[in-house]
């Protein structure tokens, strides 16, 4: 069964930093198109940055110029470096791999981020 398991939450004071990965098993992880959402209890989940098969990384306004998305395909592996974290990125962030047919998703990790 193919499987997203993401790592690397926590709880980190504002203006710290933290490192999730999203390993993917049983699964061709080099053709996925990866991202990273998180969500907050009563609102949508929202996509956060993303980084095409060819590496090409989109993100979201907010978190511009902080967060850093990077793949290794040899690890199966992406990752979302967070640096200068604010108490709003507190969330549960999930990681996400698409296919032009089929989306898969990761379990979660809680970030929280104390003022």
């Given at each position: 069964q193919?499987?997203?398991?993401?790592s690397?939450?926590?709880t980190?004071?504002?203006?710290?930093?933290?490192?999730?990965s999203?390993?993917g098993?049983?699964i061709?992880?080099?053709s996925l198109?990866?991202a990273?959402y998180?969500?907050v209890p009563?609102?949508?989940r929202?996509?956060?940055a993303?980084?095409?098969?060819?590496?090409t990384s989109?993100?979201?306004e907010?978190?511009?110029?902080r967060f850093?998305?990077?793949r290794?395909?040899?690890?199966?592996?992406?990752?979302?470096?967070?640096?200068n974290l604010?108490p709003?990125d507190t969330?549960e962030y999930?990681?996400?791999?698409?296919?032009?047919?089929?989306d898969?998703w990761?379990?979660?990790?809680q970030?929280?981020v104390?003022?």
């Amino acid at each position: 069964q193919v499987h997203l398991v993401e790592s690397g939450g926590g709880t980190v004071e504002s203006g710290g930093s933290l490192r999730l990965s999203c390993t993917g098993v049983r699964i061709e992880f080099s053709s996925l198109d990866m991202a990273w959402y998180r969500q907050v209890p009563g609102k949508a989940r929202d996509l956060v940055a993303s980084i095409t098969v060819r590496g090409t990384s989109y993100y979201e306004e907010s978190v511009k110029g902080r967060f850093t998305i990077s793949r290794d395909d040899a690890k199966n592996t992406v990752y979302l470096q967070m640096n200068n974290l604010k108490p709003e990125d507190t969330a549960e962030y999930y990681c996400k791999g698409a296919t032009y047919s089929k989306d898969y998703w990761g379990q979660g990790t809680q970030v929280t981020v104390s003022s």
